[in-house]
């Protein structure tokens, strides 16, 4: 028998990964970011976001920002405010490209900036200062992208390097074809590869920490320009160009016949694949979905765009210059002006469904009970709606596919608090549901979707909140005000025995929720305390009911004496709520 307890008055569908609604949070600097152009954003391997502007390094700690800036009092802060990218070695120390002086290399440890850059004295340490891009590979390889060249940063022994430089020549057809390098990336193989404006090109000859000036030139020019960035997917390369999107596949592991496709025209400048596989494609006209289907050619078809929009929370500027994905799954946008964006694929979203006055829907939108039964049928009890039920069949149609059981004639008593199912698995589906009222504990027979119901020839006090069928076959029933009912069952027609505060030690005569735990013993809500009784206590006739009790001297007593609904945990810990006076 599954149960649903119901904590929240509305019906959930969780989607993880895979929502079609897709609600935005913004971050800009009323939130303490020092700057609104965001360049560049990096997860580091403590858990850090680090946000490059042109006024600053911003580091977050998902509520509040640290920013480091130049500061002329201290050798060892940063070389420049303009920062442009940014990236982690294996060694945990951060390494921060500016616009103007070079690469900062950050130790986490001491917090201490050194710079690596050209000066006077050394004026070809790198191809250039100004930094377009920067990415650590596999074997702590640091390669920096200028608009002079490309440059890659070897870690020896100390604190020594060694700088080999890429620069395009002529003669050499096999270097580089252009200076300006807009991204380096490497491949789940270990090959690098470097985005050009004129071009993509593959390094030949990188493995063992041996980089030689060798380059094997993959796009067509004439129709590839521009090149910002490239990823990997499961069924290939995805590269941006001035264009639009290409997917580039090949028919051979030598890269030497390569397959160019083209997909959605969208003048794009940075990729990021989310959980799913779907390519979030950020441009000078907001961001674009590409929805990925692995069994259709070419794999990916526009599904969303996303602007700025007043009326629905989006991207604050359509300008995107840099898309991340942190650990937990949240994708981060930084945008030009407007701070930052970001969506959580991984959100709970809410669906509601409420009464329509029309056939099917829900009867009333206050809902009180809800219960999913061994047969995958759906009940739910309302107040001042009777009972709804959606059957299986249905398959989940909660808009317009629920059948209505008034439990009362009269709307305003209309009540269905609780619902049971008391028979027994290879017998006709039996419920009990409990009422307010006149009516008071009916029962609901299920015969093909045909509901049928009758009184419980019992007295019990107006309001039946909760109902509890414990592992003996015994049925409990919680009232507002008469306390609890145990219906003993029996071939000649059971039985009931009622505890109030007068004949026994309940504490009170208010019950809410009855919950059996895995251990054979029955927890009882009430407005004076949480009751309990073992599964000996269970059997008795006059039971004694252990009572737990708010002391205010005592910070290991329950918060408060009125409880509510308990719910049992995996870890077979129970929780129970609360109620709040102020």
Not at 7 to 17: A, D, F, M, R
Not at 183 to 194: A, L, Q, R, T
Not at 511 to 539: F, N, P, Y
Request: hydrophobic fraction near 35%; include cysteine; proline fraction near 4%.
């Amino acid at each position: 028998m599954r149960h649903v307890i119901l904590l929240i008055i509305t019906l959930l569908s969780t989607h993880l990964c895979q929502g079609v609604e897709y609600t935005f949070e913004s971050i800009t600097s009323k939130d303490g970011l020092s700057q609104n152009d965001v360049l560049d954003i990096f997860q580091d391997s403590r858990g850090f976001m680090w946000f490059s502007t042109i006024d600053g390094l911003n580091r977050y700690d998902g509520y509040n920002f640290r920013i480091f800036q130049v500061s002329l009092d201290n050798s060892n802060s940063l070389s420049s405010n303009l920062i442009k990218c940014v990236t982690e070695d294996q060694d945990n120390n951060l390494w921060i490209g500016t616009l103007e002086k070079g690469i900062c290399v950050f130790n986490l440890i001491t917090e201490k900036f050194s710079v690596i850059h050209n000066t006077e004295q050394y004026p070809s340490v790198l191809t250039d200062n100004n930094s377009y891009c920067l990415y650590c590979d596999s074997r702590n390889r640091i390669w920096y992208g200028t608009p002079s060249g490309l440059n890659c940063i070897i870690k020896g022994s100390g604190d020594s390097l060694t700088i080999k430089k890429f620069v395009s020549n002529p003669k050499d057809s096999t270097g580089l074809r252009n200076n300006l390098i807009n991204h380096v990336f490497e491949d789940s193989k270990g090959n690098i590869w470097v985005c050009l404006p004129n071009g993509l090109e593959l390094m030949v000859d990188s493995n063992l920490g041996i980089v030689q000036n060798r380059f094997k030139h993959i796009t067509n020019p004439s129709e590839h320009i521009d090149i910002a960035q490239v990823i990997e997917v499961e069924k290939g390369y995805l590269f941006t160009h001035a264009y639009g999107v290409a997917l580039l596949q090949f028919k051979d592991s030598d890269f030497d016949h390569p397959i160019f496709t083209n997909l959605d025209r969208i003048p794009s400048w940075q990729l990021l694949a989310d959980c799913t596989g779907n390519i979030w494609v950020g441009s000078h006209n907001g961001i674009f979905l590409l929805e990925y289907h692995p069994a259709a050619f070419p794999y990916y078809t526009l599904k969303e765009h996303f602007t700025p929009n007043s009326d629905n929370p989006s991207i604050t500027n359509q300008f995107i210059r840099c898309l991340w994905t942190d650990k937990s799954g949240i994708i981060w946008i930084g945008t030009n002006g407007g701070g930052i964006s970001k969506v959580n694929l991984n959100r709970t979203r809410f669906r509601h469904y409420k009464n329509m006055e029309t056939p099917g829907s829900i009867s009333n939108n206050k809902i009180w009970g809800i219960l999913e039964d061994d047969q995958y049928n759906l009940w739910i009890g309302t107040e001042g709606g009777g009972l709804n039920f959606l059957p299986s069949s249905q398959e989940k149609n909660y808009r317009s596919g629920f059948q209505h059981l008034d439990v009362n004639p009269v709307p305003q008593q209309n009540f269905a608090f609780d619902i049971l199912e008391i028979s027994d698995p290879g017998h006709s589906p039996v419920y009990w549901v409990g009422t307010g009222f006149q009516s008071k504990l009916i029962e609901v027979v299920n015969t093909n979707g045909q509901l049928q119901k009758k009184s419980i020839p019992h007295t019990l006090a107006r309001h039946t909140m909760t109902l509890c069928k414990d592992k003996n076959g015994s049925i409990w029933v919680g009232s507002y005000e008469g306390g609890l009912n145990k219906y003993i069952p029996s071939d000649n027609g059971g039985r009931w025995i009622t505890y109030t505060t007068q004949n026994s030690y309940l504490p009170s005569n208010i019950i809410r929720c009855i919950v059996e735990d895995s251990k054979q013993r029955l927890w009882i809500s009430t407005s004076e305390g949480l009751a309990v009784l073992d599964s000996l206590q269970m059997k008795n006739e006059s039971p004694v009911f252990h009572v737990f009790r708010n002391n205010p001297e005592d910070s290991s007593s329950i918060s408060n004496s009125y409880t509510v609904p308990i719910l049992e945990s995996s870890s077979h810990e129970l929780w129970r709520r609360t109620q709040q006076i102020h």
